[in-house]
């Protein structure tokens, strides 16, 4: 089992909806998770960044962390033609250690 | 605030010739990475300095990769010999610190093709 898994896509929605990315991890030790935006040819960006179980709310996206599950959510509502990137989701197990990413899910907003 | 700078952005080089990239972190940021992405993939740690300390580089491959981060600002990573497999975006990306809190702040990149 990969320590970090996500859907690599693509998910394509409709301009205006909302767009779900998911991401399970295996440590569960794991304390801090984060989803960078990357766009084709660019360097990955952070989105949000979430620590604890729950919601985390930021504009138009949404954190979603459960410990239990080992799942952690990225929604994005009203979902805009540039927000076409791929989505990757990063797990931090400690401090001290390399953050691990997961391959990507690609998102295709369609106009 | 200036973000990571890289350089250079692309590079295109034959197999055997040396090549160097060059990052300057944020300021103030006393911890820095050097990834590696391949098309399609999360980026992969190659080596992780606290300051001018090497205290991460278990997946650097040394028998080509060298890197350093003199007064523990600005680093270097070099490959010597490059080889075809060697294609990929290298990233560097910089922290406040090396706490599992702490976020990391991505360049942009220097996308290296060998030929």
């Known amino acids: 089992q990969k320590e970090v898994e996500q859907n690599s896509g693509p998910l394509s929605v409709p301009e205006g909806a909302i767009a779900s990315l998911n991401c399970t991890y295996s440590d569960r030790v794991s304390q801090s998770f984060f989803w960078y935006r990357q766009y084709s040819g660019k360097s990955p960006e952070l989105i949000m960044s979430i620590y604890s179980n729950g919601d985390k709310e930021d504009g138009r996206f949404t954190a979603q962390l459960n410990k239990a599950s080992q799942y952690v959510s990225l929604l994005i509502r009203d979902s805009q033609p540039s927000d076409s990137a791929t989505y990757l989701c990063?797990?931090?197990?400690?401090?001290?250690?390399?953050?691990?990413f997961g391959k990507g899910t690609r998102l295709s907003v369609i106009a | 605030e200036a973000g990571v700078v890289q350089s250079p952005r692309y590079k295109i080089i034959e197999k055997k010739q040396p090549v160097a990239f060059w990052c300057n972190p944020i300021s103030g940021h006393n911890t820095l990475y050097w990834y590696l992405q391949n098309l399609g993939q999360g980026p992969e740690l190659l080596i992780r300095y606290e300051n001018e300390e090497a205290v991460d580089d278990s997946q650097l491959p040394k028998d080509r990769f060298s890197a350093e981060r003199l007064k523990g600002v600005d680093s270097t990573l070099k490959i010597q010999p490059a080889e075809l497999g060697d294609s990929a975006v290298y990233l560097c990306?910089?922290?406040?610190?090396?706490?599992?809190?702490?976020?990391?702040?991505f360049g942009p990149g220097t996308r290296l093709t060998v030929l």
């Open positions: 990063a797990v931090n197990r400690k401090g001290n250690t390399p953050l691990v």
């Open positions: 990306a910089s922290s406040l610190g090396a706490g599992v809190y702490d976020t990391q702040y």
